[in-house]
């Protein structure tokens, strides 16, 4: 049963062209929505931590938002260098530190 | 500050042969994970140390794999025998303390990964 759910499977944008990618869960109890970025042949990286509805956070042309059912990854003005697989983990309040991962948004900016 | 270090990198076994990978964590965390990602999917945590002890291997196919953390720092994870659909990334990750419940101001939950280990059993 996915308890997170990333969408689109893979997105290809422009440079310049702003999108968003979709993070959405079913489960209760949340105790923190993270963010990673993944480039092939490379572990995750660390990216953003939520942990309350209404929470934003930003990195230089990535910013994460949070609600009661979803977060969103706001790309703004992307270069080539921002592609990667960007995933979505979330943990329970019922686990001891377990993150359960989405497969993925793999995002592709060309020039 | 050093990542965290995994080896080796790549490894090609035959199936019902036996494999190991090591990790080293970013130093001072306590809580050390393995993660298993399969081409295509997110991570699947397999086990979780904090410091020397198993805090959840729900998830780990006991009957083949086996994982230890002797001495709360390095940790070494073994496959025997391995099968084909063991063909993955293996992941390492750690994380500076687990049990507080963490807080917007706090970073100690966040997990940090290693390069991962490209296990392919033909």
């Known amino acids: 049963e996915d308890q997170v759910t990333q969408s689109p499977e893979a997105l290809r944008l422009q440079e310049g062209e702003s999108s968003s990618l979709n993070c959405s869960y079913t489960?209760?109890?949340?105790?923190?929505l993270f963010w990673y970025r993944q480039d092939p042949g490379k572990g995750p990286e660390f990216l953003f931590t939520l942990y309350s509805a209404g929470e934003e956070k930003e990195k230089e042309r990535l910013k994460a938002t949070l609600t009661k059912k979803e977060s969103f990854l706001h790309i703004t003005a992307p270069k080539p260098e921002d592609s990667a697989t960007y995933l979505c983990?979330?943990?329970?309040?019922?686990?001891?530190?377990?993150?359960?991962f989405g497969r993925g948004t793999q995002l592709t900016v060309w020039p | 500050e050093a990542g965290v270090a995994q080896s080796p990198r790549y490894k090609i076994i035959e199936k019902r042969q036996s494999v190991a990978f090591w990790c080293n964590p970013i130093?001072?965390?306590?809580?050390l994970y393995w993660y298993q990602q399969i081409l295509g999917q997110g991570p699947k945590l397999l086990i979780q140390f904090q410091n020397n002890g198993v805090v959840d291997d729900s998830q780990l196919p006991k009957d083949r794999f086996s994982a230890e953390r002797l001495k709360g720092v390095d940790s070494t994870l073994k496959i025997q025998p391995a099968k084909l659909e063991d063909s993955a990334v293996y992941l390492c990750?750690?994380?500076?303390?687990?049990?507080?419940?963490?807080?917007?101001?706090?970073?100690?939950?966040?997990?940090?990964f290693g390069p991962g280990t490209r296990l392919t059993v033909t």
């Open positions: 983990a979330l943990r329970r309040g019922s686990t001891l530190g377990r993150l359960y």
């Open positions: 130093s001072g965390h306590a809580t």
């Open positions: 990750a750690s994380s500076l303390v687990l049990g507080k419940e963490p807080t917007a101001s706090t970073s100690t939950h966040e997990q940090y």
């Open positions: 489960v209760s109890g949340l105790r923190g």
